[in-house]
């Protein structure tokens, strides 16, 4: 039974920084969609004003035609290329996609929970019912939409910090969120510092 509690341990453990990696992809993406939306909207109303606003508000304005003329083609072009980004990236698309793989990962996480709790009281019935589980987990975690290479490391990074500072707030519930994040910024960043070079006095 303890090697079926270590299992679970790891797997929480793994799926609880997914979690983290595909909930910060889903904020990401969701607020470069929301820029571009709102960058899209603001030249399309620019756009509208500078194509049926009467040339009398334009000369009290002191706004000459042809800078108007220039205000328009810009205030086109922009869209134009605004609506061919959107239409390559569709951040909406994968905010949604990375959203539901937090949804179902966060799920997961709670059936690993009531597994781990109710492992004391296993039985032949019930390891049947947790090997189920776990195959239907793995099966999940296949379906899920990969975490890109280049950004795993950063996230994973990310999450680790946030596994420390949730246990720092713990004990000192008071204390600034920055400032805990600054401090295990330095103390890491020494850590490893040292810690490199006494690997290399070490090979040499």
Known sequence: MG??????????????????????????YSGLATTLD?????????????????????????VSENTARITLG????????LALVQLRVDWKARAVEHGRASERLARLKGDYRRLATATATATPAHASATASVLEAADRLLEELKPIPDKQFASLKAR?????????????????PVLLLRAMLWWRHTVGALKGGSANKKTEA
């Open 74 to 81: 810009i205030s086109s072009a922009a869209v134009f290329f």
């Open 3 to 28: 090697q079926l509690e270590s299992e679970l341990t790891r797997r929480r453990r793994v799926v609880d920084m997914m979690l983290t990696a595909h909930s910060v992809l889903r904020d990401r």
């Open 38 to 62: 709102v960058t899209l909207l603001g030249f399309s109303v620019l756009l509208c004003l500078t194509t049926f606003l009467d040339p009398a508000v334009l000369r009290g304005a002191h």
């Open 159 to 175: 999450h680790n910090r946030k596994v420390e500072v949730s246990r720092i707030l713990d004990r000192y519930p008071g204390a």
